[in-house]
């Protein structure tokens, strides 16, 4: 960061821009000094993983915002039996998005493998791949949870004003996924290329039309869940028409155009590019999706000790995505700066920025997970109003803010393998921890005296044990392997290196 250059301040005492601006700059370069000595990442890696991953968290708030605050006005107005029908329709909501954010990981490591390989033309054809792709996922989904609403929300356990209610979001959500797909490959377009601004500002101006939208159709037209979900499938409509115009290569005022446009002209179907995309991608779906099927049999145990408990755990999961929205930026930024250093051969420049990025997301974790603990009730508060709820609710957020910080370390963890290409272990890794130890874990509340705890412990293991074995993977260095497959080749004489080139240590850090 750039120091302070006392001499140019004005006389006399500084205005209220300058005063802050001074103190922003001063704070920001001990914090960075502070982790530079000890250890924790170096102070020029810093700038670059801060400037691509604060956008990305500023997203990741804004779009975990949403159903947030659907579920804290619904809870306000409605109560436990209408937050528990959101959950339900949720859970069918997410395992939709999860399978768009694995493909939009293939698409991210291509992108930034290609386009730091000098190869913008071929970083393009990945999009138009992954949104061919995209629309061949979507179409049925969107049919089907809009046409089987009510027994899908019955399936894991709704009824009487939960089913009501879920049926309804769902219903009128569900036409948004196909906007939504869009919106997540496109940002993850943007963040391949080092651009992680641009989608912030459009996802975030996009959260706070939610807000006002909700607000005004829940609290003043009185519409109550169908208000909801008309707001946040506006929202999104929203979003996805402005992020189109930069991603065919306009600009919004002077900046912010795709350096690798979508557009009508050229070959569109690129069958060698379409198969190494599903090849990276397919086990990152494959994993998301994991990861969204586990969340139903979870309901249904929490439905079987009432709505209150299913409230509850669905509290304690829109606790920890937000919380993981710290996990948005720290998880690009290594995939990005990882993949660019593999694109161009430097493999050890690729392995120091994934270790210094995932000491950073270690200490961040810490301390906010630490935060919500001793604010877990007010917390629960916004949420629920019944004591009993209140009580079963702050659990459940103690506990998400507790899991958060293995969630957060994996998340950088998978994100470097990710910028390699590597995305088959972290989904073993995924199945392993969902279905060996945090399934059984909740499944044995229920036949023994472990009860509601048994969700807690799920709600550990299930991130504990990927990261742990994430972790193990990287370390092995096996991922530099793996990310040899999928390098561009040298532009001439003097392009990249091969990364076949690149020799290996016994740290697993390639040569530069």
Known sequence: MTPINHESMPPGPPNGTH????????????????????????????????????????????????????????????????????????????????LSIGLAGG?????????????????ARVVK??????????????????????????????????????????MVTAPALAFEFFNII?????????????PMVVRAGGALLNVV???ALVLGAGLGVLGAGIGTAVSIAAVA?????????????????????????????????????LRVSTPLMARRVAEGLVVFP?????????????????????????????????????STMVGKRL??????????????VIRLSAVAYILASAGVVLAAEPIARIFVDDSAAVAATTAFVIVAALAAIPMGIDGSVTGSLRGGGDTQWPFYATVVGLYLFALPAALLGLVTPLGVAGLYAALLLERIVPAVLNGFRFRSARWLEVSRRYRPPPTGHGGTRRASEAPVGRDGEGSR
């Open 19 to 98: 005063w802050l601006r001074s103190a922003l700059n001063a704070g920001g370069s001990v914090v960075a000094g502070l982790l530079h000595r000890t250890g924790i990442i170096n102070r020029k890696r810093l700038g670059e993983t801060v400037g691509l991953a604060w956008p990305r968290i500023v997203t990741g708030l804004a779009i975990m915002s949403k159903n947030t605050v659907d579920l804290a006005v619904i809870g306000m107005v409605l109560g436990a039996p209408a937050v528990a029908g959101l959950a339900f329709a949720f859970a069918y909501w997410q395992l939709a998005k999860f």
């Open 298 to 334: 979870l309901l249904w145990v929490a439905a079987s000790f009432g709505a209150v408990t299913v409230a509850a755990l669905e509290v304690g999961r829109r606790v920890a995505a937000l919380l993981g929205s710290f996990s948005w930026g720290f998880s690009i930024a290594a």
């Open 241 to 277: 028409a402005t992020l189109a115009w930069g991603m065919t290569g306009r600009s919004y005022f002077g900046r912010g155009a795709s350096p690798v446009p979508v557009r009508r002209a050229g070959p569109w179907v690129d069958v060698p590019l379409a198969r190494d995309l």
């Open 343 to 356: 694109g161009a051969g430097k493999e050890r420049l690729a392995t120091a920025y994934a270790r210094d």
């Open 129 to 170: 791949q992954s949104l061919l792709v995209a629309a061949v996922l979507v179409a049925p989904l969107v049919v089907g949870f809009v046409a089987f609403a009510e027994p899908l929300i019955a399936l894991v356990g709704g009824e009487g004003d939960a089913l009501r209610f879920g049926v309804i979001y769902l």
């Open 213 to 215: 939208l909700t607000v």
């Open 186 to 198: 496109a940002s993850r377009t943007y963040a391949g290329v080092g651009d992680t601004f641009t």
């Open 107 to 123: 698409t991210v490591a291509l992108v930034a493998q290609n386009y730091g390989g000098g190869r913008p033309d071929r970083a």
